[in-house]
């Protein structure tokens, strides 16, 4: 499969300058250079040739057909789509993609069988027991302006007990726990890792937080809010209670972005699950944002 981009030059200078303020990374440059087309009017061009004003450049990618097995079956909501993205509602038990060889029952597989000419190409990755917005490129230029510049999203969480301060920064570094399970912990000799949290109710036992990440480690919520004294529910691998829940009740709300492509603002909104709205109701937590769709983010 191959994407098709034109753009107008707006200022003289060299092409590869002209790219790299379009924000395409040094990365993808040099793969441009090994083997696909830049063109200039229509022409090939070297990245240090000159591009002036009303000159319009083609950038032509080529992308390998998706080699993951299609299965239209899964329980998937596509919510938007596009040329260049692809943003569906995950459920609980999902992997993103296939667990090992023979295995079809992933985000990826149902993405495949949408569109079996383009790679699977995840924007952030979520555990398989969180649920809610994934957002994916359809290529792999804009995947690469994505990562550069990432969507923010919003998460909503349900921890046990109650936060003396209704909102704080959880500033500490995770480090890799050593042993088959993928777990992380809080260590000095890990990597900097920072959650934003807010609290918007509490009932008996649990409260509901809004919560952005300012760097997107595994598991950092899960491990920051066990680290915390507050461990999610129904997270059996920190310690969570699992009597309201059976999965750790973490859901991806809120998603928004600059189109990597057009300009344009998007903001989607997901409202939380059932399973988190029937462990609120257990617990006497009522809060108008579990019903309705995600509000402003803090």
Not at 110 to 130: E, N, V, W
Not at 182 to 193: E, F, K, L, N, P
Not at 209 to 225: S, V
Request: aromatic share 8%.
């Amino acid at each position: 499969m191959a994407a098709r981009f034109l753009y107008t030059v707006e200022e003289a200078g060299r092409l590869g300058d002209f790219l790299r303020r379009l924000g395409y990374p040094q990365g993808l440059l040099a793969s441009l250079r090994q083997g696909d087309w830049v063109r200039v009017d229509g022409a090939p061009r070297r990245m240090i040739e000159p591009v002036f004003p009303g000159q319009q450049v083609e950038v032509v990618t080529a992308d390998r057909p998706c080699p993951l097995t299609p299965n239209g079956d899964l329980p998937v909501a596509v919510l938007y789509e596009d040329d260049w993205l692809w943003l569906a509602d995950k459920s609980d038990d999902m992997l993103m993609h296939p667990a090992a060889k023979g295995f079809d029952d992933s985000l990826g597989n149902y993405f495949a069988a949408c569109h079996p000419q383009a790679a699977f190409r995840p924007i952030g990755r979520l555990d398989r027991h969180t649920t809610g917005l994934c957002l994916a490129a359809k290529d792999r230029l804009t995947a690469a302006l994505l990562t550069a510049r990432p969507p923010q999203k919003v998460y909503y969480a349900l921890a046990q007990g109650f936060f003396a301060e209704k909102q704080g920064r959880i500033d500490a570094p995770l480090l890799r726990c050593p042993g088959p399970q993928i777990t992380r912990r809080v260590d000095s000799r890990g990597q900097a890792s920072v959650t934003r949290y807010q609290v918007l109710a509490q009932g008996d036992s649990l409260s509901l937080l809004r919560l952005i990440l300012e760097t997107g480690r595994t598991h950092q919520i899960r491990a920051h809010m066990q680290y915390a004294g507050h461990p999610l529910a129904g997270d059996r691998l920190y310690g969570g209670d699992c009597r309201l829940i059976g999965r750790q009740a973490l859901h991806v709300g809120r998603l928004s972005l600059r189109h990597p492509h057009t300009g344009r603002g998007l903001c989607f909104t997901r409202a939380l699950p059932a399973d988190m709205r029937r462990a609120m109701a257990a617990d006497n937590l009522f809060s108008p944002e579990a019903e309705t769709d995600a509000p402003e983010p803090f």
